[in-house]
């Protein structure tokens, strides 16, 4: 068998019996040399399956970093009547999720902090603390919010009082519609609304 | 080493298939449903209203606080707080409990620690009613001052920061349940010198007058 | 019969013969299970094997709990209710399961610190050591996703935390975030995602890692135990390891391995003993994020870091938390390459024992503060922890009323009394002989030291009657404390103290 054959050969086996053999016959029978045949073979593969394995990893890599892609604002949930937040307090509120998935469960329930200063000015609190997140909770009789994990504590407008938090409270923006106490939710409240 | 392996399977078969202990869920309606009294009472009362000598505020497990106080004055002090220093426990109000929750654990505490009675008793009306000063003076006078003038052995009831802490009704409670841990007897109770204690009226008189001396007529509301 | 008895020996013997000649299976597993371990390769070597067992055990429980358990996070936490109650041995599989994944993880560290100790990852085992980092990197994000299962309360504020420092992170923190949860709340997607990675591609991963790492032992052979004196030489030290085994050798079969069984043995039955008397892990309170009365805490693997994150100073925490990690597994990762070669005992890298005793009391004394977390307020100190009765004992009624406001304005959340109470501030049994009256004033109106000011959330009379309580809090013996030199007027109030 000479050098040319067995390159031939070679190549032909690469393929198997996928239709490449012919082609490869084919160059090879039209006098093509055979280093940049079996070249451009190895190109051809590399790129055909290069260009495969992007387009099948497109759709997967977007299923995956879907979530992070999309933006989510004004949806407003509403928190309650006005008349349940008496002014000067600090209350307890829920709400469902607006943007929850169908297999949520009880995860897609929220809790916050309203506090009404007055009939026109309210704060409405993540219940998440601002330095890890977990939960707050309001003390009415000290007028603190204090949190169990690291013992972070806030005065009642949500800065910061003492303890690890490097901020204050992360709050969400309010408005009043018909008597009622709206809220722009959807997420965690996080360092992006802290402008 | 086969006796731990028998010990094991032992251990096993003892605690079976079901496993024993309380599951979360359980726990779980206990809070949002029906309270345990004891422990409802040890989380959010004990810190003031403890036995004995202990705790800052007047003890609950106190039998003649049970056949004085009803239910319903009780029910209104944990519901709405009272004066300076006793929170409002009902969740309209921004505390932890529902009012049928108040009243199961009123209910609870009145069968842990009461008499049986429904309150009402003690030979004493159960709330504050008007009172003269000037007779509370007397009273004042005779049954407190030698320890609770001024400069009393066991401090003065007329301090102007005191008479701001605490409402009218508060002081008609440190009269009528006193602290007989601490020397300061139930004044609704036979003691030497008085087999009837104060009646229902001198205590009122007593705490008009101790209200009278508040700085500026300053008032205590609830 | 006895015809049938050798016509079958003879059978299977040409059965095994035919498997043989297609696998190859003997040919593999003959020098797996023969190689020659060094002779003096005694306790110290069964750490490995421990962990690789309770490994196995992970992955039959964790499909046998599979089998069951509804990764949904509307029926997780209730799933979870009924493998505990209605399967049978449900209770005693999760049991076996979170049994076992805290003692991978003891029995990983102590693998590793005896490894580090022994200098067994120098030449030639450096990949040895580097893939056993990555899989303890694969089994404590093993540990985490399992806590993720529990689907509890501090399953879901665990996720808060680990939310809270990805979203940190400049710039890409929300990206970075909404990847991590699978949206931008926790919520369904989320517990899906981390089930995917609890139960498809950490275990797979680890699977992958841990074949690795058997080969790498079997072609660099178990490290001696490590004498003073025999040093390391990388240029010659594959020759001189390899004509030592041959002469002074063991085979692992069964020289090493009846000590490997015999703890692995040891380890199960403890194993099972644990898990029958203590029981499983959680479910904890339902994962209802409107149940807010709760105390979050890691699972024991992560209590050190539960720890560290709390004593960060502020200014510079974001920084140490999201570059920390990164460099102490790069550090870990370098051990090799810091040093390949020379002395191996521990007699003759003092250095190293003392890094090593240095971060195991660290991890101890970190998991120790975790699970005390005397930085945390007792949420229920001022309503459930009465005063003691020595400190109410002859008080007058303002000072009485001091000490119901004491309570009342939450103080005993932070400050202890005779011990009980919180430990955040300090315990003020003694306060008034630290402090002046004026001094408690200010402290309690202006707050400091990590305290918060009360001046706004306490009247003049509630302050004028807690710290009239306060000054009352010092040993009868002694004196109120006093500024030197200075001439206070007596405080109001205080005439009828004590």
Redesign the interface.
Known sequence: MSEQEKQQEKGSCGCGGCGCEQKAKAAATAGVTPAPRRGFMLKLGVGLLGIGGAITALPIVGYLIGPATKRYSNLWVELGELSIFPHGATRFATFLNPIRQPTDGDSAKTACWVRCIDATHFQVFAINCAHLGCPVRWFEQSKLFMCPCHGGVYYQDGTRAAGPPPRGLFEYVWKIEGGKLLIDAGRLPGLEEST | MKRAVMFCSMVLCASGCDRPSASPAVQHVALAGELSTQSAFDTNCRGCHSQGAEGAALPLVNANYWKVATDATIIQAISHGQGRSMPAYLASEGGPFTAEQITSLVHGMRTLWGDGQPGGGGGISPVLTAGSASAGALVFSTACASCHAGQGTAGSVVDPMYLRMISDQGLWSAVVYGRSELGMPAWNQAMPGRPTGLSAQEVCDVVSWISSQRVSNEKVTK | MSFLTSALLSSSKATMQWIEERTGVVAFAKPLLFHHVPRNAKWWYVFGSATLMFFTIQLVTGVCLATVYAP????AWESL?YI??EV?????LRALHGWSSNAMVVMMAIHMLQVFLHASYKYPRELNWITGVFLLLTTLALAFTGQVMRW?QDA??GL??G???A??IPLV???????L????????????RFFALHVFILPGAALGLVGLHMMLIIKNGISEMPKPGAIVVPSTYREGFEERMKTEGVPFVPEAVQRDMVFC?VCL?AL??LA??Y??F???????????????RPDYPFMWL?GA??L?P?AS??AIMLIAPGVGVLVLIAVPFLSNSGERAPSKRPAMVLVALVTVMAIAALTWEGMT?P???V???????????KF??????????G????????????HSLDGLGGK?GPELDDVASRLSYDQLVRQVQQ?GG?????G???????T??VV?FLATLHPSNEPDAKIPGAQLPPP??S??AH
């Open positions: 949904s996070a509307a029926q209710n505990d109650k049978p041995m449900g209770w005693m509890d879901y504020w808060g935390i939310a809270a420092i979203d940190r923190g929300d990206q970075v975030r909404a990847l949860l699978g949206g931008p709340i926790i919520g369904g997607e989320t517990l899906n043995g039955i099972v003993a029958a008397f029981g499983p959680g479910p904890g309170g339902m994962p209802d994020p409107t149940l807010i009365n709760t105390n979050p539960f994150v709390s960060l502020p925490e974001t977390s930085w945390s307020p949420m229920d100190g001022w309503s459930a922890l009465p005063t003691p009765a109410t004992h002859g008080r007058t009624p303002l000072e009485m009323q000490a119901v406001v004491f309570q009342f304005a939450q103080c005993r959340n932070c955040r707050g990590n305290m918060p000011a009360y706004k959330n306490l009247d003049s009379a509630q004028a009657a009239a109001p109030g005439a009828n």
